[in-house]
């Protein structure tokens, strides 16, 4: 690498040099990992395998055990001259690992490697070792680390956990001084839990070698970069504590666009005293919860840029009064989850509202119970129709009640089970049979028929007797 970079600058002006020569300096040395061939594939055809022994120590120090360590002992007292430097252990056959236990006898082991093993965590902290410069354990279901698992291994220089089920870390490991590499890749991890460290703590982060590789699994953010997603954590962290209406709210990523990788947002301000809606949500905010408060002006969904992406808003017990403001807004169009219950809703403007969600492909859930809707003849009829039309979207619509008048008495009950004639007072003790309008549509009728009998008499006559009527003989 230092010589393609020294060819580079040779043949670049001194700006690239310069730029060469920082990237050079910034290289980090790379510890060679040892290399068992063949490593634990097809291990169970090893001669060993069967009884879970070690093979003879070979004359560079290295011990390959298969299936277990039954004949450790045995084989340490043989070779008291040789000391095992470095350890391949294939198949462990037990749930648990303790070091502890099973390094003791191996107080010179400069590297150990464990692959192909059913164990899912370590018994025991790793003890003090003062040669063990490498540990590789992969493809094992380990799925739990503590953090102080490898504290004590002062020398410990490279740590490869890749290809295991390990899901999360209680935080960055507790490593030694001089050490140089972690490998982590291929691992199950769960990106809802904590990993900001690796951004937070730049010096610990750049220990992970492979940090760019690492790639979430949790149904969340599965199949996105790790790196990725926690960077957008703390984005979001940062903007929501640096605005003063959203400092005691709590915000988080509920999902990451496939194709764009652009991140949603959720900002939950429920429970918190507010008066009106936080005047700033962090950039593609989609939800917006914000329940029990006193909030009754709703304006900045039809002003308020920021408000332009949330397309799920959760207004729940609040002091609404008003939503007519909405009418024909780009909001109200576009949005997909409208939770208006237990306000104070009294009357709205029908007609916006059904123009809205016929329009609106993206309507899925609107609620409206636990308003103190009043029916008036017109509102009510209205009211319920809308209701009974989009039953789909207004989920709680058989919950939704009215007041309305009955004999000079306030009543309650559901929309959907109120008459016209009973939001309208007509019934019939209560008045006459026929309104004075019906009186007067029968009058003009009556007089129509009228008209055109005596257009036909005039015909008729006038046809076959030549006789025309008498008021044209009055004409001049």
Avoid at 169 to 189: I, K, S, T, V
Avoid at 273 to 292: G, K, M, S, V, Y
């Amino acid at each position: 690498l230092l010589l393609r970079l020294s060819q580079a600058a040779e043949e670049t002006d001194g700006h690239e040099a310069t730029a060469t020569t920082m990237v050079a300096t910034t290289t980090t040395k790379i510890t060679t990992m040892p290399d068992f061939t063949h490593g634990c594939y097809d291990w169970t055809s090893a001669p060993e395998a069967a009884g879970g022994n070690c093979a003879r120590l070979t004359r560079n120090g290295t011990l390959k055990c298969y299936g277990g360590m039954n004949n450790l002992a045995a084989l340490t007292k043989l070779s008291r001259h040789q000391p095992a430097l470095e350890m391949l252990l294939c198949g462990w056959p037990h749930d648990g690992f303790n070091p502890l236990k099973e390094l003791q006898k191996l107080p010179r082991l400069r590297s150990l490697t464990i692959e192909y093993s059913g164990f899912t965590e370590f018994k025991f902290d790793f003890p003090e070792m003062q040669d063990l410069q490498t540990i590789n354990i992969s493809w094992t279901n380990l799925s739990y680390i503590s953090s102080r698992t490898f504290k004590r291994v002062h020398f410990l220089k490279v740590l490869d956990l890749r290809w295991n089920q390990l899901i999360q870390l209680d935080g960055p490991l507790l490593l030694p001084r001089h050490f140089e590499q972690l490998y982590l890749a291929g691992n199950p991890w769960n990106c809802t839990r904590n990993f900001k460290w690796m951004l937070l703590q730049p010096e610990k982060g750049r220990l992970v070698v492979d940090r760019d590789e690492l790639i979430c699994t949790d149904r969340k953010y599965k199949e996105r970069q790790m790196l990725l997603v926690m960077h957008y954590k703390l984005e979001l962290k940062t903007q929501c504590q640096s605005h003063e209406d959203l400092r005691n709210c709590t915000c988080l990523m509920h999902h990451i666009l496939p194709k764009t990788h652009i991140p949603l947002y959720t900002v939950n301000c429920s429970h918190l005293q507010f008066h009106r809606l936080p005047a700033f949500l962090p950039e593609n905010t989609t939800t917006l919860t914000i329940n029990d408060n006193m909030i009754s002006d709703i304006n900045p969904l039809r002003d308020n840029p920021h408000y332009r992406h949330v397309v799920d808003i959760q207004l729940e017990n609040n002091r609404i009064t008003n939503v007519d403001d909405l009418e024909d807004t780009y909001w109200l169009q576009n949005f997909r989850l409208l939770n208006l219950r237990g306000n104070n809703l009294r009357k709205l403007h029908v007609y916006a509202l059904d123009n809205a969600l016929n329009d609106n492909e993206n309507a899925n859930l609107l609620l409206l119970s636990r308003n103190p809707w009043h029916c008036t003849c017109k509102f009510g009829s209205r009211l319920r129709e809308l209701l009974t039309k989009y039953k789909d979207i207004v989920r709680d619509a058989w919950n939704v009640s009215c007041t309305y008048m009955q004999e000079d008495e306030q009543r309650l009950a559901k929309v959907l089970t109120l008459s016209r004639q009973d939001m309208c007072n007509v019934t019939v003790d209560s008045g006459p049979l026929i309104h004075p309008i019906d009186w007067l549509n029968a009058v003009l009728a009556s007089l129509i028929l009228l008209i055109l009998g005596k257009l036909a008499f005039d015909y008729y006559h006038y046809k076959y007797y030549g006789r025309v009527p008498w008021i044209v003989m009055k004409m001049p």
